[in-house]
């Protein structure tokens, strides 16, 4: 009976090994798809690598990842109070390239969440929009580098917002909000923030007066509302009284 057990045991760690490294195999060749690409933004990381050596995420940091909704997010510290929080946005990102990136890009930080905002894979241009089940293996790429660098860390996605000028590719992008809300309940320290019933008017239309001239990225009032959501999000899972530092 000994030998049955450890037999099934060895059988069933052999397995794991196997899917393992098929597994890791599976991204490797998903990532290399688009390892040329992603180049572009090289000195946007160089960049960002240089600023870690001064300003680092601690275990009472929240560090915010994404594209240029959060680069261009100038009132991040306040908006986000009472949680210290820094940001490593990069204008343009999309998930294939975070997915490369986040191991740099986490490098230096050991935060106490992390949270994720990537807003360019669907843009209504069908030669180059992603499929939501890529996003998903892509989200999912980003998350296990997340978790290896910082395995303390809560990890939050904030939906897609439902931009003006981006509003006709809105169904395919609400399919990959909703593969990822899922995705997001299926494991631990992962939570979906949803933001397009704030975003949206009665009749379903995007909300112009939250946004800039190219309708794409947030104004003054966007961000305040995204800010409010977001710390909600938080206090649900830190609580209200959690300190600026420690």
Not at 52 to 62: F, I, R
Not at 152 to 179: G, H, M, V, Y
Not at 226 to 233: A, Y
Request: hydrophobic share 40%; aromatic share 10%.
């Amino acid at each position: 009976m000994l030998v049955r057990r450890r037999f099934i045991f060895s059988s069933f760690l052999i397995l794991s090994v196997c899917l393992s490294q098929r597994l890791m195999a599976q991204e490797k060749d998903l990532l290399s798809e688009y390892r040329e690409k992603a180049m572009s933004w090289e000195k946007d990381i160089a960049a960002w690598e240089k600023s870690d050596q001064t300003e680092v995420a601690g275990d009472s940091t929240l560090l915010f990842l994404g594209s240029s909704s959060i680069r261009r997010w100038q009132t991040l510290s306040t908006d986000i109070e009472p949680w210290k929080a820094i940001g490593r946005g990069y204008g343009g990102a999309k998930f294939s390239d975070l997915a490369i990136y986040a191991p740099r890009l986490l490098a230096a930080h050991h935060p106490k969440g992390v949270v994720v905002y990537v807003g360019n894979d669907i843009t209504g241009k069908a030669e180059t929009d992603k499929k939501p089940e890529e996003i998903v293996r892509l989200f999912g790429i980003v998350v296990d580098a997340i978790k290896k660098q910082a395995p303390q860390a809560e990890i939050f996605l904030i939906a897609i917002t439902p931009a003006p000028s981006r509003f006709a590719a809105w169904p395919k992008i609400q399919t990959a909000n909703s593969q990822l809300q899922e995705f997001c309940k299926k494991h631990t320290k992962l939570h979906f923030i949803e933001t397009h019933s704030a975003y949206l008017t009665t009749d379903g239309q995007p909300r112009p007066e939250l946004y800039v001239e190219d309708r794409l990225h947030q104004n003054e009032v966007g961000y305040k509302l995204w800010s409010g959501i977001i710390r909600k999000e938080l206090e649900s899972v830190y609580g209200k009284s959690e300190p600026s530092s420690k």
